[in-house]
């Protein structure tokens, strides 16, 4: 087979740097250009060339630039790995010169507004954290009048990721406060936040790829530990510093059946956030759309199966053969966890590995 050329935006970040890594452990023949809007960033990319290119969502002559990346490297393949790359290259998917394996851009416009996915969800009968949209400020006792039984509650932007703008509340004035703020220091309107039931379970990032209606694989990771947990209003965040590998079967079921019921025909990556509301049960919190987790590593270093060179044969139409009962489940026959820090390279180790890996000098149950 001839070796392919894939663009993967966003590269020198963390996300797009190991999607390279998960490619790079793969067999598959292919030569990996990156591109980035910052020429710091992408000065720390581990594709073979780099491009540096207008913010997917400038609207100054991205498509262009694309197409010059294209002809100028004979793309057989364009990889959007950002929310912001999705939502620009499909909005301009049809004057592109390679091709994209991106969902709808219907179905990415509805995954990306948290609201419009909830109250989409939530109208399909799955259990959803109940979600308010603020409108008025000045109706926000209103707003938390919808809550009697809730001593604390998220408040959250509709769209964006990385926990931007999310703040647990107990209090309508620390709402307002907190609107207020991102409205004078960062001018994003108050119709831009909702107020949420919080959810205190475990956390779920369910990672899968699909092709024309049909789950191919899937792999889901543990968050059990933040970066920066410490230094966060929230004392959370979507990136995990400790995670672990679990195939937990309502969550298989529940992001299926979800994924199913936005997009019949869904095609790319849905990655699929969840959290367990007080009685255990996952209930989604968002979908990122159209790309990997910046954690995607983990879900390439075990297992039979490389879900980026899942990804590459099936937007190639090459096939792609996985059992059944692998479906969900290739995740090793040992428990296997994700480490990062920063300035490390993220690491994945077994739980033998971890536990032989140092002198304990503590006590049990200590």
Avoid at 276 to 303: H, K, Q, W, Y
């Amino acid at each position: 087979m001839s070796k392919k050329t894939v663009l993967i935006t966003g590269a020198g970040g963390g996300g797009s740097n190991n999607l390279i890594r998960s490619i790079q452990r793969s067999s598959y023949p292919v030569r990996l250009v990156g591109s980035n809007a910052d020429r710091f960033i992408l000065s720390r990319s581990l594709a073979e060339r780099n491009y540096l290119l207008p913010r997917g969502d400038s609207g100054k002559g991205y498509a262009e630039a694309l197409n010059r990346v294209a002809a100028a490297e004979k793309l057989d393949l364009i990889v959007a790995n950002n929310d912001t790359e999705v939502r620009g290259i499909s909005a301009v998917r049809d004057r592109l010169d390679a091709p994209v394996f991106l969902p709808s851009h219907a179905t990415i416009e509805m995954c990306q507004d948290k609201f419009t996915l909830s109250s989409h969800l939530e109208a399909h009968g799955f259990r959803m954290a109940k979600t308010v949209s603020i409108q008025d400020l000045d109706r926000v006792e209103e707003a938390f009048a919808q809550f009697p039984d809730q001593e604390r509650l998220w408040c959250r932007m509709r769209k964006g990721s990385g926990s931007a703008g999310s703040l647990p509340v107990s209090k309508p004035e620390q709402v307002r406060f907190w609107v207020k703020y991102w409205q004078e220091m960062r001018g994003v309107p108050e119709n831009m936040f909702l107020l949420s039931e919080y959810l205190p379970g475990r956390d779920y990032a369910f990672q899968s790829v699909w092709k024309d209606g049909q789950l191919v694989l899937a792999k889901t990771c543990e968050r059990v530990a933040y970066l920066f947990a410490r230094l966060m209003p929230s004392g959370t965040s979507s990136t995990p510093q400790i995670g672990r590998l679990v195939n937990n079967p309502v969550v298989n079921d529940i992001c299926t059946r979800a994924v199913q019921s936005i997009d019949p025909h869904a095609t790319g990556m849905f990655s699929i956030d969840l959290k367990e509301d007080r009685s255990g049960l996952p209930c989604i919190t968002e979908i990122n759309i159209g790309r990997f987790f910046m954690i995607t590593i983990v879900f390439n270093a075990v297992g039979h199966h490389n879900m980026a060179e899942t990804y590459l044969k099936l937007a190639f139409n090459q096939p792609v053969e996985i059992p059944a009962s692998e479906r969900y489940d290739d995740i090793g026959s040992e428990e296997t966890y994700l480490i990062r820090g920063i300035d490390n390279e993220p690491g994945v180790i077994s739980r033998s590995a971890l536990e032989s890996s140092y002198i304990s000098l503590v006590d049990e149950g200590e």
